[in-house]
Every structure is written in structure tokens, then in C-alpha cells.
């Protein structure tokens, strides 16, 4: 039986954060808590990918398991969504808000369930908020010494080999992987995961995480030690155009904005 | 403190030479350059020393580990320095777990403080920056696009070829697919970068012909290239090209911290977005509250007249 391994991490929607709020978190509130939670938009991205080789090992009659992995806290509407998607386990490795922020302590964590429950195949988002670090795939990879691909759009398990698309800054490869390898997700062809129906939602209503604890607790905190942040507000004092309508504005723009710039 | 810089496919001379300035600031006066790919210029860089490994293979960083991680065992760098692409993000997280040191990658600076390697790198979403002290050597620091000024000149440094090592582990079959067409959408001077507030790939479309009709480059944000309205060459963004055009038009761009930042360097920023609280409005000089839609379509209609 094979089994996928999909890493991912809950973290806080910054993307729409504003300056104050931004600045509200730095001046000692620490709190996050009013931005919605999501899974890592690379991470839901890997996780989609893993019930897309799911999907076609079952289309060729082949047995797999799937298993959905994080480290640190995790709500329980992540874990019901993930288990009416398709995942056969969802595996919750307890630790504190910081050691699921520091890379070393993920990674080995990731480790560890792998050293003891296997897998072939490990998918990952290639970084998520707040840390930005983009190391946890990449340590685990050195910690596993198996083939770890980056850049990973795509991916299919039609034949022997796992096809996998791969989207870098410096080509884009087909690459074929027979073994057990690591596949690091970022800009995926299907970044979103799929959405369940009322009845896969209503059939897991009872079931909840496994939970572990982690085995080695690693740190990189003493190595690389933080100072403090940096927030350069640097807005611009926008000029809106004022108009009766959408028109009225456009032409303001072709009119006072635009004519020097079109090239005739 | 001992530097050495890697030079990937994918990097360019301004690049290398953004490498060798920051080289400069760790307190070397001439480093090692270690050249993967077949960039004629390396031999002309400010550096002490260039290693060419001219190895037509696939650029996946996988290959090269085992190559880089030979180069750091024989020249035994305090610092290796290599730019935030695909591989040089993988080449240092891995190299600082396998060599027991640092890694850091999106580093906007970097400074040597009492035998210490000190940092600014970006984090939080790309909102803020935070300030580390890597504290164990050897550091291996990936650096921001367009973060750095360029260390200019000519040199004469030593060049010698350099020994592919063959990785341990493997792939079964790598088929390199043609590359998409190459935009240069840094050098152009107006800009037009489409956001999913088009709502959709037809207007993506119609808005790329806009670009087009009005001698602009065409670039998108990152949901448009997510749902594949438009390639991903034509990201804009700091995972995608930094671009510093004399006019950026946007048309619905929500305006996240990622593309902010990838698109600050331009002179003036024109914001379409329907939403009044859009972050881009915060970013911009000259916004429209508006049907980005609408707009796009009356500039089309108009421009010709």
C-alpha cells in the first residue's frame, strides 16, 4: 500500500492586513486573533495534490492512504473539512505557538512520524506565514536523504513513475519519480483545495485527529536569535478621481493620466 | 569572514554582481564565485576566484547538493551567499541543516557585528522585515530580488573549471519542456498588471489587449496566475518578477503585501479596485473607485479616438 504523506500548517490570513493593524501587533499585542484562519495557500495547494495521486492510484485499483500532517494547533473545522475531502488520518502533532513557527522543531517532528509510520510520498508547501522561512520541507528532505523536487505545479500517477511538474525560475521540467520522494508545492495548477459535499461532510462527523507528541524537540532559536522587527509603512497619499460615473472617471484618467504614456 | 557565492542558471550578471556587493559587506575583499550553467560573464566579475561547473543538466537544486555541499567542504566558507530563486531557497536551507550552521532566505541585508552575521530578512507575510543574528557558522544566506546595489568593475579573477558531482539520490527521468516566452516585464516602462478583481479569464483577456493597444507590458497578480487566467511569467510580485515602471496601471489588484512590495519602486501606481478599502489604495498615487471592467472597456473604446 502506498501511502501519502501531506504536510500543512493553520496560520492567519495577513494578506489583507492593514498599517494599523499591522502596527497594533508590534506595539505588544501579539494577538492574531481577529484575522481569519486558513490553511497555508501553498500547503492547501499540497494537500489538493495529495488526493490528485489518491485519486488515480484508486482509479487504477491501487491501495493508499492518505494522511494529513501539522505541527502545533489546528481547528477542529480543518480537521473535519480534511477528513470529508478524502484523508484517511489526520495526524496532529502538539506543540506551542513558537515551536510551530520554528523550522528545525517541525521538521524533526515530521520526522519522527515518519520514521515510525513511513511514507512514500511527502508533500509540503514550500513556506507559509507568518515566518516566511521556507526550510521545513527542505531539512526534512536532508533528514530523510530521499529526492526532494521544488517548484512542484503539478502532479500524476497514471503510470509506474509519479509525474511531476515542475515550475522554476530557471525552466520548467517534467520529471518522472519511481521511488519515495518529497514533492515541495508553491504555485500549483490546482491551488485550491476541493470543496466537500453536505453527505462526505455529514459521514465524518464523529471522527477527530490522532494526536501525538513530538519525539526529538529541536530548536533553531539558539542559532538564530531575533532582534526585533522592522515595519516601513511607506503608503502613498492617493489622489482618488471623483466622478458621476465609471465613465466619467475613465476619461479623467485617458484625459490627465494616460495620453503622454500610450504608445501611439 | 570567508565568502563564497553560488551563481545558478537562472541568475544574471546584475545579480552575481548584487551577490559580490553583499560579499563585500561581510568583510571579504574578493570571494569565491561558484558558477552552475554557462554564463560567459562570470569570468569578467570583481571576484577572487570563479569555479565554472558547466553542467547542461535540469537546474533542480537536487542535482547540485551534492556538488555544492563538496565545494563548501573543500573551500570551507564562514558565508555562502546565492540569490532567492527556486535553488538558491532550497540550496541554503538544506546546505545550513546539512553543514550544522544558519540558513536565511528573502535577506534584504546583511552585516558583519562583532564576529557575528547579522541580517535583515523579509517574514510576516512580507509585510515587515525582522532583524536575526545567525550565530553559527558557516551562514548560508539567500538574497532578495532587487534588494542590493551592484558592485561594478571588471576583474581578473582565477578561473577554474569545476567538478560536477553526480547526486546520490535521483529522479528517474528530468525532460526539460521549452521555456516560455521571455517578457522583460522589469524593463518595461508602463506597466499594466491585471488582479482578480476582472472576475474572470475573458476579461483577463481583454484587459492583456488593452495593455497591448496601449504599448504597455502586461503583467498579473498572483490569484490571476493561480487560476491560470494568464502564465506564470507574467507574475508580478516578489515571487514573481520586481518590477520599478515610471507608470504601473492596476486593474482590480487587491494590493497584498507580496505585490506591494515587488511593485514599490514605481514612480506612479493607478489603482482600478471596486472595493474603497482595498489595500491598494494605501499603495497607490492615483486611484479609481470603480468597475475595473468598465474601465479597461471605456480606455479600449477611447484610446484610438
Not at chain 2, 566558507?77 to 546565492?82: G, T, Y
Request: hydrophobic residues 40%.
Amino acid at each position: 500500500m502506498k501511502k501519502i504523506l501531506a504536510c500543512f500548517k493553520a496560520t492567519r490570513d495577513l494578506e489583507n492586513m492593514t498599517s494599523r493593524e499591522i502596527r497594533a501587533y508590534l506595539d505588544g499585542g501579539n494577538d492574531l486573533s481577529f484575522l481569519r484562519e486558513k490553511i497555508g495557500a501553498y500547503d492547501e495547494a499540497a494537500l489538493e495534490a495529495a488526493l490528485r495521486i489518491r485519486d488515480d492510484y484508486l482509479k487504477r485499483q491501487l491501495q493508499v492512504r492518505t494522511v494529513a500532517l501539522t505541527v502545533g494547533k489546528c481547528a477542529e473545522r480543518f480537521v473535519k473539512e480534511l477528513y470529508a475531502v478524502g484523508f484517511d488520518e489526520i495526524v496532529v502533532v502538539e506543540g506551542t505557538e513558537e515551536q510551530s513557527g520554528d523550522a528545525l522543531f517541525v521538521a524533526a517532528a515530521i520526522n519522527d512520524y515518519i520514521e515510525e509510520g513511513g511514507a512514500d510520498i511527502i508533500l509540503a508547501g514550500q513556506q507559509s506565514s507568518p515566518g516566511e522561512n521556507a526550510k521545513v520541507p527542505y531539512i526534512l528532505a536532508e533528514m530523510q536523504n530521499m529526492p526532494c523536487l521544488s517548484g512542484v505545479s503539478d502532479v500524476a500517477a497514471g503510470g509506474d513513475a509519479l509525474q511531476v511538474l515542475c515550475r522554476t525560475d530557471a525552466g520548467i521540467y517534467d520529471v518522472a519519480v519511481g521511488g519515495r520522494a518529497l514533492l515541495v508545492v508553491r504555485d500549483a495548477l490546482h491551488p485550491y483545495l476541493r470543496v466537500a459535499t453536505l453527505r462526505e461532510k455529514l459521514s465524518v462527523k464523529g471522527k477527530t485527529e490522532s494526536r501525538r507528541q513530538p519525539g526529538k524537540t529541536l530548536s533553531c532559536e539558539q542559532n538564530e536569535v531575533t532582534n526585533g522587527f522592522v515595519f516601513e509603512e511607506g503608503e502613498r497619499q492617493c489622489i482618488f478621481i471623483e466622478g458621476e460615473t465609471i465613465e466619467q472617471k475613465a476619461e479623467v484618467l485617458l484625459r490627465e493620466y494616460l495620453p503622454e504614456r500610450i504608445v501611439k | 569572514m570567508k565568502t563564497l557565492i553560488f551563481i545558478t542558471k537562472a541568475d544574471t550578471e546584475e545579480c552575481a554582481r548584487a551577490l559580490l556587493f553583499a560579499a563585500g559587506k561581510t568583510g571579504t575583499g574578493s570571494a569565491v564565485v561558484l558558477s552552475f550553467g554557462e554564463h560567459g560573464w562570470v569570468t569578467g566579475l570583481p571576484a577572487k576566484q570563479v569555479i565554472q561547473i558547466k553542467d547542461g543538466g535540469a537546474v533542480i537544486a537536487e542535482r547540485y547538493m551534492d556538488t555544492a555541499a563538496k565545494y563548501v567542504r573543500e573551500l570551507q566558507p564562514d558565508v555562502v551567499l546565492m540569490a532567492s530563486n527556486d535553488m538558491g531557497v532550497e540550496l541554503a536551507a538544506r546546505l545550513g541543516h546539512r553543514f550544522c550552521g544558519c540558513s536565511a532566505s528573502y535577506v534584504t541585508d546583511i552585516r558583519i557585528k562583532e564576529e557575528t552575521v547579522c541580517i535583515r530578512r523579509r517574514t510576516f507575510g512580507f509585510h515587515m522585515e525582522c532583524d536575526k543574528q545567525l550565530r553559527k557558522l558557516p551562514c548560508f544566506i539567500a538574497l532578495d530580488k532587487a534588494c542590493m546595489p551592484t558592485l561594478e568593475g571588471r576583474g581578473e579573477p582565477v578561473v577554474v573549471p569545476g567538478a560536477f558531482v553526480p547526486p546520490r539520490v535521483g529522479f528517474d527521468s528530468c525532460v526539460e519542456q521549452p521555456q516560455e516566452e521571455e517578457i522583460g516585464l522589469d524593463a518595461c516602462e508602463n506597466l499594466l498588471c491585471i488582479g482578480r478583481g476582472v472576475g474572470s479569464e475573458a476579461a483577463a483577456r481583454k484587459a492583456e489587449e488593452l495593455g497591448d493597444a496601449l504599448g504597455f507590458g502586461v503583467g498579473a497578480s498572483r490569484p490571476v496566475v493561480l487560476n491560470c487566467w494568464m502564465p506564470l511569467k507574467r507574475l508580478v510580485g516578489l515571487s514573481g518578477t520586481v518590477v520599478g515602471a515610471e507608470l504601473l496601471l492596476t486593474l482590480g489588484v487587491s494590493g497584498c503585501a507580496a505585490f506591494v512590495k515587488g511593485v514599490e519602486k514605481s514612480k506612479c501606481i493607478i489603482a482600478v479596485n471596486s472595493d474603497p478599502d482595498a489595500s491598494i489604495f494605501k499603495h497607490c498615487d492615483v486611484g479609481i473607485v470603480g468597475d475595473c471592467n468598465a474601465v479597461a472597456g471605456y480606455l479600449a473604446d477611447n484610446i484610438k479616438l
